[in-house]
């Protein structure tokens, strides 16, 4: 048996079944590239889910992490530690925030942001029993806490009863969103960009509404930018396209392009009546080595100007996608902005992921129809064309009815 096999049959006998895999292993990176253990070459529009914003193997990122891993790697939050506390400057500076707690993951920056939304309501009004208002089709975390803000009633039914005082609107419906307004209602949390649901871009109106809202109930917006944040739509955060700022913000999957690392951040305002000491912790989160990668990372974004490339390519990417919906009638709709896009079939769409796999492009989905894409934000022209050729080829055979079983 082939090491690939062998390593798929050991991983299918020990790991948990919580994911049914794509039947590849990988195993190295170079660029926008990523490497089986066989050796085959597949170009990256998945990035690790949004994550690997500066592709694979970028020398100023790896030898940041490699100069911390020789200096100090751990050492709690007792003590400051000064990479970290250059990567808060760095990351309020480019969301226009003024405090940040460094998390683990995304999920982890929801429960903060939770947490800090009910403290903030609780100090005000000297009791507890807030109530928060989340969106139909987000998606927020798997832990229980963001769980409970997560609008997919079948990620959600096992593990009940959820958090209490959750109520559900419609996404881009300021009016469902101010039928479910009671006088507990202390936050209204909502991605800027539905990622996972199916690429689902805010109108303006209705971010702006929310803002409004908020403003006049003194509610918490907050704002989950763990997807589609960090430069991926073309703004630094997708909330400075609509000129508002949330009251409480999330990030985690690039900021860190690999290394596990999510924040939360907050005004001063929030802040103030918020979380205070005792109130809230983690043991690993913001260590020194995350805060090397952090800092790392918003280096290359200024150095290599990767805002620019996100919007050119962007834009270039979309005439891509338009393109397919012209020439397939299997290919209905597009959308999205920047670089995390969605293709809307009418076929099943893992089938069509899992074929363009075979054909060495790695692509994922999002919602039911949807097949998304959120490359390295450094992908040059010649990549989207490459992506376009295999996908095409891919749609051809599904719209002919050719492809494999
Ligand atoms: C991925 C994601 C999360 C959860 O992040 P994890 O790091 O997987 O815990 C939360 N919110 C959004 C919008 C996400 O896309």
Redesign the pocket.
């Known amino acids: 048996m082939s090491d690939t096999k062998n390593l798929m049959q050991n991983a299918d006998e020990n790991l948990l079944h919580t994911y049914n895999r794509f039947p590849v292993v990988l195993d190295h990176g170079e660029g926008v590239h990523i490497y089986d253990k066989d050796g085959k070459r597949y170009l990256d529009f998945a990035a690790g889910?949004?994550v690997c914003a500066l592709g694979y193997s970028n020398e100023h990122w790896k030898n940041a992490l490699k100069d911390q891993i020789d200096k100090l790697t751990h050492c709690s939050n007792l003590f400051y530690n000064e990479p970290i506390i250059k990567a808060a400057e760095k990351v309020l500076k480019a969301s226009g925030m003024d405090r940040v707690f460094f998390t683990n993951?995304?999920?982890?920056a929801?429960e903060g942001a939770i947490k800090a939304a009910k403290k903030y309501a609780y100090t005000r009004d000297g009791h507890a029993g807030h109530e928060i208002i989340a969106m139909d089709h987000s998606?927020?975390?798997?832990s229980i806490g963001?769980l409970s803000v997560t609008g997919t009633k079948h990620y959600q039914e096992p593990f009940e009863p959820l958090l209490p005082g959750v109520r559900f609107a419609t996404f881009n419906d300021l009016e469902s969103v101010k039928a479910q307004i009671t006088d507990k209602t202390c936050a209204i949390i909502t991605?800027t960009l539905q990622?996972?649901g199916g690429i689902y871009p805010a109108d303006p109106a209705f971010l702006k509404g929310l803002r409004q809202l908020c403003d006049e109930k003194d509610i918490l917006l907050i704002l989950?930018e763990?997807?589609?944040g960090m430069g991926r739509t073309g703004e630094m955060f997708e909330y400075q396209s609509f000129g508002i700022c949330p009251d409480i913000l999330?990030s985690?999957?690039a900021l860190g392009n690999g290394v596990p690392v999510?924040a939360f951040l907050m005004t001063e305002r929030v802040a103030e009546k918020s979380l205070a000491p005792g109130d809230h912790g983690t043991t690993y989160g913001g260590n020194p080595f995350v805060g090397a990668a952090v800092n790392a990372v918003f280096d290359v974004f200024e150095s290599e100007n990767i805002l620019e490339n996100v919007r050119t390519m962007g834009d270039y990417l979309e005439g891509k996608l338009e393109e397919m919906v012209q020439e397939f009638s299997i290919a209905t709709a597009h959308r999205g902005k920047g670089l995390i896009r969605g293709l809307v079939l009418t076929v099943p769409v893992g089938k069509v992921a899992a074929r363009a796999i075979e054909k060495g492009l790695l692509v994922i989905t999002a919602g039911k129809d949807v097949i998304r894409m959120v490359p390295p934000l450094v992908i040059g022209k010649e990549d989207v064309d490459e992506m376009a050729d295999i996908l095409k080829s891919v749609l051809k055979e599904f719209e002919e009815g050719n492809a494999p079983a």
């Open positions: 889910i949004a993951s995304g999920t982890e929801i998606f927020h975390g798997r963001a991605e990622g996972e989950d763990v997807q589609c999330t985690a999957k999510g």
